[in-house]
């Protein structure tokens, strides 16, 4: 058996790069709504990288959410170009939440959601949200991107761009409503 290269601290490195290569996989699948399809993502974007696996993962880290994040959304522009190539209707009603501060869902439950047996009803959900709505919601509530960031990147792909802002923060708070809602319905009926 020959002796890892790695010791010690590099060796706990190597143990966060794993889980942060795990994460990318998580939010990939949620993004794309195929487990297979985001482990392909996941897999060629980490080979794709230079990574020491003795150095700190920090730094590579970000490379590889990054690149993940574009690979996602290159395929969701590929399957469904028409869903960014116009920003959703804002909710002429207003929205149950005027401002993000109110959120109906806390982060630390959207976390739970995302990383428990809460999984199902989420992912559920996302598959009735168009490739758009799901890409502005799995960026800011899974990733923690800002309104702009996440506009940003969907623009990258979008054409033409017109993802602002303000339009991602529209349409996470009507996201975010929609869930709770639907979270809502989905323990109403298991309690029948």
Known sequence: MTESPCTGESTEALVKAESAAVEMYRFAALMLGNEAEA???VENTVAGVEIDPCADPGAATGLVQQRVLDGALKIMHQQDPASFADLPATDSGGSCIEDESTVPLSRAEISELVS???R????DWLARLSQAQRAVFVQR???GSSNADTAQAINRYARPSIWTAEAVSSLFRQ???SLASSLVHSAAATQI
Request: charged share 10%; glycine share 12%; aromatic share 0%.
């Open 39 to 41: 482990l392909d993502l």
């Open 116 to 118: 428990s047996a809460g």
């Open 120 to 123: 199902g009803p989420l992912r």
């Open 141 to 143: 509530a899974v990733l």
């Open 175 to 177: 996201a975010l409503c």
